[in-house]
C-alpha cells in the first residue's frame, strides 16, 4: 500500500512524531492510523526510558495563577537544552503542568519521601490522573513530551500558594 503525504502529515499533526517516523509507523501498519499512532508511542516510550539518565540543566519556570486570584503555582521544568526550552510545546507543557500543581495539591514530585519522611504514595505529581484526560498520568504527559522532543525532562520542583492556607 502506497502513504500518502496527507496520511503522514495527519498522523504527524496527531503524534508530534517526526516525518519519517510517521512514514515507517504507516508503513509498517499498512495504512492504519490507529496502529501507527500506537506504535509511535510505544516507540516513543522506549526512547524516554533510554533518555532517563542525562542531565537536564536548562528549562524554564511557569507560574500559573487561578481565576480570581486565591490558588497559584510555580514549576520548575527542565530539559538537556536552551533550545527546547524556548520551544512553545516546551513552555505548554509546563503550563499544564503548574495548573495540575495547583488543582491538585501534590505533596512532592516523584518517589522522593514526603515532606514528614513519609513513603512514596499517590499523592507525588507524577503519579496523579492528568486533569484534562484522566487516563494518563503526570508521568505520561512528560514520558510523551520526551519522546516528541528527544530530549530527558524533568519537573525539577514546584511551589503551589492558597490565599490564607
Given at each position: 500500500m502506497a502513504i500518502t503525504a496527507d496520511q503522514v502529515?495527519?498522523?504527524?499533526?496527531?503524534?508530534?512524531?517526526?516525518?519519517?517516523?510517521?512514514?515507517?509507523a504507516l508503513e509498517e501498519t499498512g495504512g492504519d492510523e490507529d496502529r501507527a499512532a500506537e506504535l509511535l508511542r510505544q516507540q516513543g516510550l522506549?526512547?524516554?526510558?533510554?533518555?532517563?539518565?542525562?542531565?537536564?540543566?536548562?528549562?524554564?519556570?511557569?507560574?500559573?495563577?487561578?481565576?480570581?486570584?486565591?490558588i497559584g503555582?510555580?514549576?520548575?521544568?527542565?530539559?538537556?537544552?536552551?533550545?527546547?526550552?524556548?520551544?512553545?510545546?516546551?513552555?505548554?507543557?509546563?503550563?499544564?503542568?503548574?495548573?495540575?500543581?495547583?488543582?491538585?495539591n501534590p505533596s512532592r514530585v516523584g518517589d522522593e519521601p514526603g515532606p514528614d519522611g513519609?513513603?512514596?504514595?499517590?499523592?507525588?505529581?507524577?503519579?496523579?490522573?492528568?486533569?484534562r484526560d484522566p487516563s494518563k498520568t503526570i508521568r505520561d504527559l512528560v514520558r510523551s513530551a520526551i519522546a516528541t522532543f528527544g530530549e530527558n525532562i524533568t519537573i525539577r520542583r514546584f511551589a503551589r500558594f492558597e490565599l490564607g492556607g
Open positions: 502529515k495527519k498522523l504527524r499533526e496527531r503524534t508530534g512524531a517526526g516525518i519519517m517516523d510517521c512514514r515507517r522506549e526512547r524516554a526510558e533510554k533518555k532517563a539518565g542525562r542531565e537536564t540543566r536548562q528549562g524554564l519556570i511557569e507560574a500559573y495563577v487561578h481565576a480570581g486570584g486565591r503555582a510555580m514549576v520548575e521544568l527542565n530539559c538537556e537544552t536552551d533550545f527546547v526550552a524556548r520551544n512553545p510545546q516546551f513552555r505548554e507543557l509546563a503550563h499544564e503542568i503548574a495548573m495540575q500543581v495547583a488543582a491538585m513519609a513513603p512514596a504514595g499517590e499523592e507525588a505529581l507524577l503519579e496523579q490522573a492528568y486533569i
